[in-house]
């Protein structure tokens, strides 16, 4: 069975930057991009952010993000597949290293979204998502 690639990974932060250029710099001293989008989790909205994941670097950008989530502490962060499949990563203490499957991630309407306790809004599009 041929290996799942991750296309990209969806993390919160409980943090504030004091501007624009210390948040570029935090994501830049990793080495990844990102894409600042509206989460809301388990009914709590948080600040988010899209990062692309390199397909030659999967496993190794999963792992970062991983404990990034980790020292901020995040329960977990969301992973997608080029197929759309999305899995919940669990980074607490408690459950780190487990791994839930969501369902598919796909485009719903606002009203959908804001009727689950679990989606992201992408400001840019105007598009609401969730997994399931």
Same mark, same amino acid.
């Given at each position: 069975m041929?290996a799942?690639?991750?296309?990209?990974?969806?993390?919160?932060?409980?943090?504030?930057?004091?501007?624009?250029?210390?948040?570029?710099?935090?994501?830049?001293?990793?080495?990844?991009?990102?894409?600042?989008?509206?989460?809301?989790?388990? #009914? =709590?909205? /948080?600040?988010?952010?899209?990062?692309?994941?390199? *397909?030659?670097?999967? $496993?190794?950008?999963?792992?970062?993000l991983?404990?990034?989530?980790?020292?901020?502490?995040?329960?977990?962060?969301?992973?997608?597949?080029?197929?759309?499949s999305?899995?919940?990563?669990?980074?607490?203490?408690?459950?780190? #290293? =487990?791994? /839930?499957?969501?369902?598919?991630?796909?485009?719903? *309407?606002?009203?959908? $979204?804001?009727?689950?306790?679990?989606?992201?809004?992408?400001?840019?599009?105007?598009?609401?998502?969730?997994?399931?």
């Open positions: 041929k799942q690639i991750c296309s990209f990974v969806i993390i919160a932060l409980n943090r504030e930057f004091k501007d624009e250029t210390e948040e570029k710099g935090f994501w830049y001293k990793y080495g990844f991009q990102y894409k600042k989008v509206y989460g809301v989790y388990k #009914g =709590e909205h /948080e600040r988010s952010y899209v990062i692309p994941v390199d *397909p030659d670097e999967g $496993a190794w950008d999963v792992g970062a991983r404990s990034i989530a980790y020292c901020a502490n995040q329960e977990s962060i969301l992973v997608v597949h080029g197929d759309g999305a899995f919940l990563h669990y980074t607490s203490d408690q459950r780190y #290293g =487990e791994v /839930e499957y969501l369902g598919q991630w796909r485009d719903v *309407p606002e009203s959908v $979204a804001k009727g689950s306790d679990c989606y992201t809004y992408d400001p840019q599009t105007g598009k609401y998502y969730l997994a399931g």
